[in-house]
């Protein structure tokens, strides 16, 4: 239903001004209170240099008062001492007007303060208050943190480091206070107020203004102070908690967009639930609310009580939002809501902590989306996304550990390593404990450090308490970058009837760590009999009653010896079932072993991935073959080529369509190849148009090989895939989609037409932009007419929009690097919107082939797009810096042409902190 904003109730006792240029009553007494002022550094924060705050704010209200063209901030803090060293309040600001500063009562004299400095106050108590009014321009904010407008709309975004654009303050993390606010303006143009917390009061105001007061009762860190305020409409609906408690779940929105939310609100609701069950935590305010925003940085912020989304992970239909979009946004709203407890009930002591968070409410989403849909596929697609960006971060000049040591620029911290691998961690935590003990884990965790600042060690500690996990290696998971390397060989002794299991593990060396030692890897395996059964695994040793079929071994040493007993016949080995570890194997597997594996591993994850290895090696076998008839030249052209014929993988397709027992889902991600990002990061000299050319070929040879299958096929499920946006229709709708993408390959008239017909036809967006992606692919007017009608029937459906781009910037057309930029002029484009901006540029930077095209002219866009915006928003345009890629993994002509285009960045003299330090990392040898 729709909700209408907060009613009126009885006038606030406060006394407001009404306008922004009314004179502010100040003490004319002199300063009493004389503040040191020191630059803002670009020295990096270290680990190593952590202490405690010498003062910490235990409360803090705060007056909010909008008007047309600034925003007043009052903020009235009380402190006490820390227990950190020295006598020094140290308080951050940036961007900020400051009109006044008063310690318990005594003006101190502001003359001097400026952007990008630190006020450093003499507190001559070791309790006292302290009174800021700050005056900002939400209008004037492009960097999207701190206070700024989206849409009409007023939001904050304060992670990692925005609340110094609202007001003085310590601006760290460990820094917990209880919050009160008072947010005033127009009524009639910012109608919807909201605040953390629970409403304590609301009501008119002067000269058409009204008000809202908000508390939070719950200690929290400055990053997860949140407001709204502007023209929303709100879909509302309930949760009742396991104590029987009743929630209000609000859900805003921009005008008319509120039945597009429903999918959102289910998704809380059933979050919240699975959250009780699972975890045992419990909601803990009287309302939650979320708010969909137009221009955002981020995905989602996890603000308390008052969550702040981008709108693409709110707002969905079938007609304008794909399968994918449906399951993300289940799986983000997850993430964001499971923060309640892992992030804001128990927070990070300091930034280097960050994966204390993410990587802990990661794996908790990952977890829920694979309980709401399969759990094999969603592992896949988990997988799939760690090998193809965090295995090549771990690998290049930005490799940093899960909790690193230094930084220049926290927000450039945000990353796969952070939030993936560090999710693996958890997962890793998990198996080792089993369900039981890891569920004994968390509970103590929570209930140990339920309002504190807390670190990974925290976190470890108390899976180990709970359990007796010896888990002192594991540890340096957290401290070591780089992805480790584990090799495993096998050996079947006839004559004892065992199998002799040898692994070991290395890790290569990463910027500033030439030394690595070794992790603990919990290894899950079965053995595969020849009949494809799994056999019953008892250790050299054990007693002799029934043994499991799935163990896991713990891996703690260089190396390790396993025997198994009781093996009557030479087993095939199924390692890192579930992959239980992100590592690289090695297991020194053949194709007819693999392919055995591929038709009878009972491990859903390691059927896939035994069938993406055979795919992987025919295209890097196809890829040698390439290079090899470059070095012998034209006349043996093919000759070496060819070499990829081995018959294994090209019956994969058949295999796959024929047996009709498998999952529809499973079977679309078993039809896709390795993607060349992935492919990418196992190869030390890429040529990525080599490598592009490498994959289609295959591509192609599958496509001919079983034309009239995946025809059959696509035919039949396009009859019945149905429209519905459940997971069985999905993976109907993902099969149909596999089959035409392979088929597409063939450039036969009879399938393009296929391909325009379901873009014409198409009953949801992800049929509409799957044939789109595909016609994108061609040559001539077939294409131009399928971008042309997509974008006229879309035309003002920005997050549509949005798709219509990035299936451009993915085009396998030569000229793709002159149709991106063609695009940057179209109306439909903007380099203020995020994500329009990702859409683009993202979806093109990982198109390696027309990215990296030999002229340069797509690093050139990128970086045009960097000198642009780097000051206008410094944080978006840090992450997307690293979009360039590891210059040390491409062919010399290209790292060169790469490493002038960044050295032109670097030397620019007014670069952003975020950027620069992307750049520079990139450019060291």
Not at 178 to 199: F, H, M
Request: proline share 5%.
């Amino acid at each position: 239903m729709l909700c209408a904003p907060h009613a009126a109730r009885r006038r606030p006792s406060p006394s407001w001004r009404t306008a922004p240029d009314e004179p502010h009553t100040m003490t004319n007494s002199s300063p009493e209170t004389a503040p040191d002022l020191t630059l803002a550094s670009h020295r990096p924060v270290r680990l190593a240099d952590y202490a405690p705050p010498t003062f910490t704010a235990t409360h803090v209200e705060l007056l909010i008062e909008l008007f047309e063209h600034e925003a007043r901030v009052t903020a009235n803090t009380t402190w006490v001492r820390g227990g950190g060293p020295g006598d020094l309040l140290v308080l951050d600001g940036s961007e900020l007007r400051t009109e006044s500063v008063h310690m318990d009562g005594k003006q101190v004299d502001i003359d001097g303060v400026d952007q990008g400095r630190t006020l450093n106050l003499h507190p001559e108590q070791d309790s006292f208050s302290l009174s800021v009014v700050t005056v900002l321009d939400p209008d004037a904010n492009t960097a999207l943190s701190g206070l700024y407008r989206s849409g009409g709309a007023y939001c904050t975004q304060m992670e990692a480091e925005g609340f110094r654009r609202l007001t003085w303050f310590t601006d760290r993390p460990d820094v917990l206070s209880i919050y009160s606010t008072t947010i005033v303006a127009d009524a009639k143009t910012c109608p919807v107020l909201l605040g953390n917390g629970n409403l304590t009061d609301s009501g008119p105001a002067d000269d058409g203004r009204h008000f809202a007061s908000f508390h939070d009762p719950h200690r929290k860190p400055c990053y997860l102070f949140a407001m709204v305020a502007g023209e929303l409409e709100c879909l509302e609906g309930a949760f009742v908690t396991c104590s029987g408690r009743g929630v209000a779940l609000k859900l805003w929105v921009e005008q008319g967009q509120t039945a597009r939310a429903t999918h959102a609100l289910a998704s809380l609701q059933r979050s919240m639930a699975w959250d009780e069950r699972v975890y045992g935590r419990e909601y803990d305010l009287d309302v939650f609310h979320l708010v969909a925003v137009s221009d955002f940085n981020m995905g989602a912020m996890e603000n308390k009580g008052l969550n702040i989304f981008n709108s693409q992970l709110v707002l969905a239909d079938p007609s304008t939002a794909t399968d994918e979009d449906y399951q993300r946004i289940e799986g983000v709203v997850a993430h964001e809501y499971f923060h309640n407890w892992s992030g804001n009930r128990v927070t990070c002591r300091d930034w280097f902590q960050l994966s204390l968070k993410e990587g802990l409410t990661v794996f908790r989403d990952q977890e829920f989306s694979a309980e709401m849909g399969d759990r094999a596929v969603q592992r896949m697609a988990d997988v799939r996304h760690l090998r193809e960006l965090q295995f090549a971060e771990d690998a290049g000049p930005l490799a940093h550990a899960v909790r690193p040591d230094e930084y220049l620029a926290i927000d450039n911290f945000y990353t796969l390593t952070i939030y993936q691998k560090g999710a693996e961690l958890v997962r890793m935590l998990a198996t080792l404990a089993g369900p039981e003990g890891y569920r004994r884990g968390t509970d103590l965790y929570f209930e140990r450090h339920d309002g504190q600042a807390v670190t990974t060690d925290d976190f470890v500690t108390a899976i180990s308490d709970a359990t007796g996990l010896e888990l002192s290696v594991f540890r340096r998971w957290y401290a070591q970058a780089g992805t480790p390397r584990l090799t495993a060989r096998g050996h079947y002794d006839a004559a004892a009837r065992s199998y002799t299991l040898e692994l070991s593990q290395s890790t290569p060396a990463t910027p500033g760590q030439p030394d690595k030692l070794p992790v603990h890897i919990p290894v899950a395996l079965g053995l595969l009999g020849p009949d494809g059964q799994d056999l019953p695994l008892r250790l050299a040793g054990e007693a002799e009653d029934e043994a499991p079929s799935t163990r896991v071994l713990s891996l703690t040493e260089a190396s390790g010896r396993y025997v198994f007993e009781s093996i009557d016949a030479a087993p095939v080995p199924s390692l890192l079932r579930g992959f239980s570890a992100p590592v690289l194997l090695d297991d020194g597997l053949d194709q007819a072993e693999l392919l055995f594996l591929a038709s009878h591993d009972s491990d859903g994850f390691n059927r896939w991935d035994a069938i993406q290895r055979l795919l992987g090696q025919a295209i890097l076998t196809r890829l040698q073959g390439q290079a090899d008839d470059a070095a012998h030249g034209a006349q043996d052209a093919g000759a070496h080529a060819s070499a990829s014929d081995d018959a294994g993988w090209r019956a994969l397709p058949g295999s796959i369509l024929a047996d009709r027992s498998l999952d529809p889902a499973f079977a679309a991600e078993a039809l896709e190849l390795p993607s060349e990002l992935e492919l990418a990061s196992r190869i030390d000299c890429v040529d990525p148009a080599a490598l592009h050319e490498a994959r289609e070929w295959v591509a192609l040879q599958l496509a001919r090989g079983h034309r009239e299958a995946l025809l059959t096929r696509y035919d039949e499920l396009v009859l019945s895939a149905g429209t519905e946006m459940d997971t069985a229709s999905a993976g109907r709708r993902a099969l149909k989609n596999a089959c035409l993408s392979l088929l597409m390959r063939l450039d036969e008239d009879a399938v393009i037409e296929r391909a325009e017909a379901q873009l014409a036809a198409a009953a949801s967006m992800t049929d509409e932009l799957a044939a789109l992606r595909e016609l994108a692919h061609l040559q001539g007017p077939r294409r131009d007419a399928a971008v042309a009608s997509f974008r006229a029937r879309w035309q003002h459906e920005a997050l549509v929009m949005n798709k219509w781009f990035a299936a451009q910037a993915a085009s396998r057309r030569p000229q793709t690097a002159d149709d991106v930029l063609a695009l940057t002029q179209d109306p439909a484009y903007s380099d203020s919107n995020p994500n329009k901006l990702r859409a683009l540029y993202r979806s093109f930077a990982r198109n390696l082939a027309r990215f990296h095209e030999p002229s340069g002219k797509g690093h050139k866009l990128l970086a045009d797009l960097i000198l642009r915006l780097d000051a206008k928003n410094p944080v978006l345009i840090g992450r997307m810096a690293t979009l360039f890629g590891d210059p040390r993994q491409l062919t010399p002509e290209l790292a060169q042409r790469l490493r002038d285009t960044l050295a032109t960045i670097a030397a620019l003299d007014n670069l952003s902190d975020n950027t620069r330090e992307v750049v520079q990392r990139a450019l060291a040898e």
